[in-house]
């Protein structure tokens, strides 16, 4: 890493946790007193990281545009695990309607306390962009920002995936009352943004995970059944309907205990399908039950629970042989801890292995084509040495293991940036591979939305 990539990976790193500790501060003095000891103490923490920025600069600068935050006009760099933060700021910066926070120089902790004070005052008002008209000394509020900044359609996805993924997490670790329409505006934005921008959308379900409490594993399932009824052609409405059930197929299921080589055989599904559904209807069922919510829990029941005949095992009804496929991909490559994840190219050999026993076998081959036989964002090693992100999807189904890659790293660990087709004639280079990412300290969604 040259000296530049590493001041800005640096400058990143201060960004997230300038954002976690403004999130941490206005959610401590929405709870308490500003004067309270635990948000003095936060407030101080926020302080000293401060009065170690602004040494070295005239302001600082944390913005929030289409949920994207940014320090001082960089965009910075999430994983996973900042999603809920990022939500949260926007959250708390859109209620107020602005969009950046700014520190200057001299800030003092009075500053500080006088920017929480103001918030406690007016987040509860009836008016609470009022908040623009106090004078808060080296604090700053702005409610718009230049019209050079805009949201590129790559910002617009992580944007609502983003949502997605945190919403659901809400939703399955709270007892909040599942909202089926807030679910559907958001996979409606969702779908109108990834127009031309499929791969991009297979590519955000593969990120890595912290924890496996659903909400990724929800939303992954969602937006590839999505793309699979778009591929199929379905009405808009329906394409909606079947990213729904995607969504909430799997919420209640407890996390699954079994390696990956055991999730097909019949009692081990057999289990998990008296588990979920069960489970699920449990939780909904303690409150007032709508049909929104009971054709989810019927979703899940299509997904989980197989009909058997003789030695032939499938999921019942339409809805369940979409979702089953998606589902055990990603259950597949992003197991419970502690076991390991299979690579990509693996699990669509396992789930192939099993077409017309426990999946549909045109239901595979529908997944195969709308995700590849090396899924967008798959890391793969080249038959020359270089290591390279699977960047889209070959059009042609014959030529599926020959998609179109950005090699990240030569064949002497050297750093490379560009990009090879390998379906184009005359191209000899072939994947030999697929690889862990973690394994190889690479940020695979980086490359994807760089």
């Not at 949920?67 to 926007?90: C, D, Q, S, W, Y």
Request: glycine letters at 8%; a positive charge; one cysteine or more.
């Amino acid at each position: 890493m040259n000296d530049s990539a590493a001041a800005q990976a640096d400058k990143s790193q201060v960004g997230l946790k300038l954002m976690a500790l403004v999130v941490r501060c206005l959610n401590t003095v929405s709870l308490h007193d500003v004067d309270n000891s635990s948000s003095k103490e936060t407030i101080e923490e926020l302080g000293v990281l401060l009065d170690a920025e602004l040494r070295q600069q005239k302001s600082v600068e944390l913005q929030c545009v289409g949920g994207i935050p940014f320090l001082n006009g960089a965009r910075l760099k999430m994983g996973e695990e900042h999603l809920e933060t990022a939500v949260a700021l926007r959250r708390y910066l859109e209620h107020l309607q602005v969009q950046e926070i700014s520190f200057g120089a001299g800030l003092r902790r009075e500053h500080l306390r006088g920017f929480f004070l103001a918030f406690q005052k007016h987040r509860r008002a009836p008016k609470p962009q009022a908040i623009l008209q106090e004078k808060l000394g080296l604090v700053r509020l702005r409610e718009t920002l230049s019209a050079s900044t805009v949201l590129t359609p790559r910002e617009v996805l992580l944007r609502y995936y983003a949502r997605l993924v945190v919403l659901l997490k809400h939703v399955i670790g709270s007892q909040t009352p599942v909202r089926v329409e807030r679910f559907r505006r958001v996979l409606q934005r969702l779908a109108e943004a990834s127009v031309g921008h499929e791969a991009l959308l297979v590519g955000l379900t593969r990120f890595h995970r912290k924890d496996v409490d659903g909400g990724q594993h929800g939303a992954a399932v969602a937006v590839l059944v999505l793309l699979m009824a778009r591929r199929m052609g379905m009405p808009r409405a329906q394409q909606l309907d079947l990213a729904l059930s995607g969504l909430f197929h799997d919420l209640g299921r407890g996390t699954s205990a079994l390696p990956p080589e055991r999730e097909f055989d019949r009692s081990s599904h057999e289990l998990l399908a008296r588990r979920g559904p069960l489970k699920t209807a449990l939780r909904m069922l303690q409150r007032p039950l709508d049909p929104g919510r009971l054709e989810r829990v019927v979703a899940a029941h299509d997904c989980l629970q197989p009909a058997w005949s003789g030695p032939v095992q499938r999921p019942v009804g339409l809805a369940g042989r979409m979702l089953a496929v998606p589902c055990a991909f990603d259950l597949l490559t992003f197991p419970a801890p502690p076991h390991p994840g299979l690579p990509p190219d693996t699990a669509l050999r396992l789930i192939s292995h099993r077409a017309g026993t426990r999946f549909d076998p045109r239901v595979v081959r529908l997944f195969t084509a709308v995700a590849g036989f090396y899924p967008v964002g798959t890391l793969v090693r080249l038959s020359g040495g270089q290591l390279g992100v699977v960047m889209d999807v070959p059009t042609d189904p014959a030529q599926a293991a020959r998609p179109r890659v950005r090699v990240v790293q030569g064949a002497g660990r050297t750093k490379a940036d560009y990009v090879v087709d390998l379906a184009e004639p005359g191209q000899r280079l072939t994947i030999v591979a697929s690889l862990d990412s973690t394994e190889s300290d690479l940020n695979v969604p980086h490359f994807l939305f760089s």
